[in-house]
């Protein structure tokens, strides 16, 4: 008998969407071509490509427990001290989409790393066009160990001349889950933003609690971004996954929209941001109203008042 392969909540969402008319798309050749993943479906003609100027980016390699780590990074070129964001990737391996964030992060004037983090599995992830063939692969990473992964990343960061005071991480799918699991564990973290990432794990001998057992633990402030037509993260896991913590500061926030997955664009990200603006003459607290996501929040110090119109500082 074979054994099928574990599928979590986030990639159930994934095999049960409507289908696509292949019209607007690129061929399989021309998305590999690109860089893509094929396993995520079909890609976009007009899919964005954000460009390199004013950016240093590239490849690099970041020293882990046990060898070195393939990293993307793209920060503002001549920037001291910018804040880091961590991009922790789906199941797909670190292909174009991921990359392209990471340099859309730097345009806001982030220090952003995406890293491979399952490069010990000896295989070009991005190259499997099967989900199936994908998971026995991706669901073997042990958390302890992606935990640590993404620790000697934020180091790395920081020896590159990232300010780490200033730690921020986003993920999508498999990596929202990330998102989850690393502000429990990470007391430098300032804030997650976690893109429809599983909050329920199925049995896993690798794995260690799951993001709502965690929630009491969030070191960090993360807002978490769903769609309630989701087909593998119903609602209601992510209202408990907001109700589950004690501590206000630390809350974990959700919002949903009526699509099975909540999409990420510069527009949308920028429209989501600003649905509750910080106004001036207004605190800005982590977990209020007033606070703006990742991408646009900057915490005042005391005694002083936030900038409107500042998308440029993490907090």
């Not at 890293?115 to 190259?127: E, I």
């Amino acid at each position: 008998m074979t054994a099928q392969p574990l599928l979590t909540s986030d990639i159930v969402g994934l095999t049960k969407v409507a289908p696509l008319s292949r019209r607007g798309f690129m061929t399989a050749s021309a998305a590999a071509a690109a860089g893509y993943t094929l396993a995520a479906g079909p890609v976009r003609a007009d899919a964005i490509k954000t460009d390199t100027e004013g950016l240093d980016a590239g490849e690099a390699k970041v020293k882990v427990a046990d060898g070195e780590m393939p990293v993307y990074f793209a920060r503002p070129k001549g920037v001291a001290n910018p804040p880091v964001i961590l991009v922790a990737m789906e199941i797909f391996g670190l292909h174009e989409y991921i990359k392209d964030v990471t340099r859309r992060l730097a345009k806001l004037g982030a220090f952003a790393v995406a890293p491979d983090y399952y490069f010990r599995k000896g295989v070009d992830l991005t190259k499997i066009t099967a989900i199936p063939e994908l998971m026995p692969l991706v669901n073997s990473k042990p958390d302890t160990e992606l935990l640590s992964d993404l620790d000697s990343t934020a180091a790395w960061a920081k020896a590159q001349g990232g300010d780490t005071g200033r730690l921020g991480i986003i993920g999508f799918c498999r990596g929202g889950r990330t998102v989850w699991e690393y502000a429990a564990h990470s007391s430098a973290l300032k804030a997650g933003v976690a893109f429809y990432g599983s909050l329920v794990d199925p049995a896993n001998p690798a794995w260690g609690k799951s993001p709502t057992q965690l929630a009491p633990d969030m070191k960090a402030p993360v807002l978490g971004l769903y769609g309630e037509a989701d087909q593998g993260i119903p609602v209601a896991q992510v209202e408990a996954m907001t109700r589950r913590s004690p501590t206000p500061r630390n809350r974990p926030s959700s919002r949903s929209i009526p699509a099975p997955r909540m999409v990420f664009t510069p527009t949308t990200v920028r429209a989501t941001a600003r649905k509750r603006p910080t106004t001036r003459g207004t605190r800005c607290r982590p977990g209020s109203g007033n606070t703006r996501c990742l991408l646009e929040c900057k915490r005042e110090r005391p005694g002083t008042r936030t900038a409107p119109g500042r998308p440029d500082r993490l907090a």
